[in-house]
């Protein structure tokens, strides 16, 4: 009897050892699952956020300026110099003062153009910049002799034209010109203001140019 109970004893202390081992094999078993869940999720996460990183495009980065920029000018069908002559013969015997690139009530891009008659009426004029075609012209019944002098003025001292601003303009900054003014300078000279957008950034350089001989006296890179 008692070796029988020894033997039992032998066979039941056999199976708890067994039994502790298997719950600590499935206990090491478990732990190591759960390190190599945890691993395996950080280098997902981190993937993830590699993929989002290189997938981030300059559009994302750009400000409430450079995007309107971009906007307009890649609507932009009709470059400034055609509208502008568009807008010449729409005042017959007139002459550019400035045309700059908006938008019109829709949102739409749109070449706001003022010409100059022979007497120094002014005349506004709208240009679609995806048809060419005069969408509007408004002459203010207003102006007097004084403000009719002024603009014939500033004409007369322009000695290089328009177009040639703006080429002296994108030699020194390629990219697209939205805007080309005839106005005075701080100094009192008369200069031809000339703004290019360079696609790339969609930064906005302004050229202060020397209406009478063409020497570029300003140069600033606005980047708002």
Known sequence: MKRSNRS???????????????LSLLSACSSDDGDDTSSGAK?????????????????????????????LLSATKVDWDKAARTAEKEVSGSKLLDIELGDDNQGNPEWEAEVVASDGTSTDVNIDAVTGKVSGS????????????????????????AVKAA???????????????????????TVWSVDVVTPATWDKT??????ANGKVLNEHVDKD
């Open 206 to 211: 302004s050229f202060d140019i020397d209406a």
């Open 8 to 22: 039992a004893r032998g066979r039941a202390v056999g199976v708890v050892c067994a039994v502790a081992a298997s």
């Open 167 to 189: 080429e002296t303009a994108t030699d020194r900054k390629k990219g697209k010109v939205t805007s080309v003014a005839l106005d005075d300078s701080d100094s009192g000279s």
């Open 138 to 161: 408004t002459t203010d019944k207003d102006q007097d002799a004084d403000d009719k002098k002024e603009n014939t003025d500033k004409l007369a001292a322009a000695k290089i034209t």
């Open 43 to 71: 280098e997902s996460e981190s993937a993830s956020q590699q993929d989002q990183a290189s997938n981030a495009t300059p559009t994302g980065r750009l400000n409430e300026d450079q995007a309107e920029r971009k906007k």
